[in-house]
């Protein structure tokens, strides 16, 4: 594509004494695109898109921030592109990114540092995009970071509140090895689990309910003050961590900065309501927690932790998650959003697939040779969950390393 024009632009300092690097500004084709390497110079531009335009909760500015602020890797750098119009000047997206140093390679990033589902650029507005249009604000973006041996963005879903994601539609993009899953929720909120559940689902749900009505006072609790969200928070990582033990399974929540972020973002969202926490209780006994990420009319139901042993022959995580799925229609939200996962019990629910894409390639020969092995290791997992013999095998080893890990200690 041909480049138009080029111009160097200093960027002005932020508010707090921040400031971008000089941004290189590239026109191409269609666009400009300009380089920012703090959340400050493009916090009012990112706020009016969060606002008015179209993105996910994950790319809301204050969970960007907690991630800058907590997660972000040593050696990491910032890197978030705004793409404009190149003839009237408006913007047309921010990409948010990161460039971090590997095992002797660097690579670029979605601004995540796994506490995003999805990965989507921040639109404007709910204008369509095209797959020629979309390559053209890529390339634009490309032409202004810096170098690095290969790209890594996953979780990509398909579209933005019903817009075409740009980054989807990119010719370099493949199909993602995983899948989100989600049900749009209308209607009276006392039905919504008989109309748009799985008959199965209801059934069982309504079973448990019972069953816990039976052993004592059932309440869906919503963490609204300071005190209840380090109580009920507390409780999610006390019993996340104790199920994955269990399982054999690794849960970043064993670290503590993702603790940190989790706890912060949580009290942080006490003020928007961005972040919501709730606790199921049977008299003062806590056998269920559900964080949630909300944006719009959407609820993403992110962490959840239960107390399996608490009550025998009860699902205490359907059935917090079906009280809030009530609840969500009680509040207008529209849509559920049961993350990404194949988990058997999202498809018992009755939610729909969604295939996500991902956009994983080398620049470099390095690059090309780190992007190959991951893939290899990536279809590796893939086999092995889609065998429970051997997955339940190799859980039970990780098991077994655990415990003499912790005896070593």
Request: proline share 5%; net charge positive; hydrophobic share 45%.
């Amino acid at each position: 594509m041909a480049v138009q024009a080029v111009q160097i632009a200093a960027v002005a300092g932020s508010p707090d004494g921040q400031s971008s690097h000089p941004a290189t500004v590239v026109a191409i084709d269609a666009y400009t695109a300009r380089l920012h390497t703090s959340l400050e110079a493009v916090r009012p531009l990112w706020l009016r898109l969060q606002t008015d335009g179209v993105c996910t909760a994950h790319q809301n500015y204050a969970w960007a921030e907690g991630i800058v602020a907590r997660l972000m890797p040593q050696g990491a750098e910032l890197l978030i592109v705004e793409v404009n119009d190149a003839v009237t000047g408006a913007p047309r997206m921010l990409v948010p990114l990161i460039r971090r140093p590997a095992f002797r390679h660097r690579v670029i990033e979605w601004l995540s540092c796994g506490v995003c589902d999805y990965s989507a650029p921040l639109l404007a507005d709910a204008s369509p995009w095209t797959t020629q249009s979309a390559q053209a604000a890529w390339a634009a973006v490309r032409s202004v970071l810096p170098p690095a041996d290969r790209i890594q963005i996953t979780g990509i879903p398909q579209s933005i509140s019903g817009v075409a994601n740009p980054l989807a539609l990119l010719a370099a993009t493949r199909d993602s090895l995983h899948t989100s899953f989600g049900l749009a929720i209308d209607g009276d909120p006392e039905t919504v689990l008989k109309r748009l559940c799985r008959p199965s689902f209801v059934k069982a749900f309504n079973k448990d309910w019972r069953r816990l009505e039976r052993l004592g006072d059932v309440e869906l609790v919503e963490a609204d003050t300071p005190a209840l969200v380090e109580v009920i928070f507390a409780g999610l990582v006390r019993m996340r961590l104790s199920r994955f033990r269990e399982l054999g399974r690794f849960d970043l929540l064993t670290q503590a900065t993702v603790v940190d972020f989790y706890r912060n973002a949580a009290l942080e969202g006490l003020s928007d309501g961005s972040v919501r926490l709730f606790g199921l209780r049977v008299g003062e006994a806590l056998i269920a927690v559900q964080y949630l990420l909300i944006h719009q009319v959407t609820v993403h139901a992110l962490l959840i932790s239960i107390d399996q042993g608490a009550v025998p022959n009860v699902s205490p995580g359907l059935l917090i998650m079906g009280k809030l799925m009530s609840w969500a229609r009680g509040r207008d939200f529209n849509y559920f959003d049961l993350s990404v996962g194949n988990q058997s019990y999202k498809e018992h629910m009755g939610a729909l697939g969604s295939g996500l894409r991902e956009l994983c390639h080398g620049i470099t020969v390095r690059g090309s040779a780190v992007s190959a092995a991951i893939e290899i290791r990536n279809r590796a997992e893939v086999f092995v969950r889609s065998k429970p013999r051997l997955l339940k095998r190799l859980q039970g080893l990780m098991r077994g390393l655990r415990r003499l890990r912790g005896g070593s200690e």
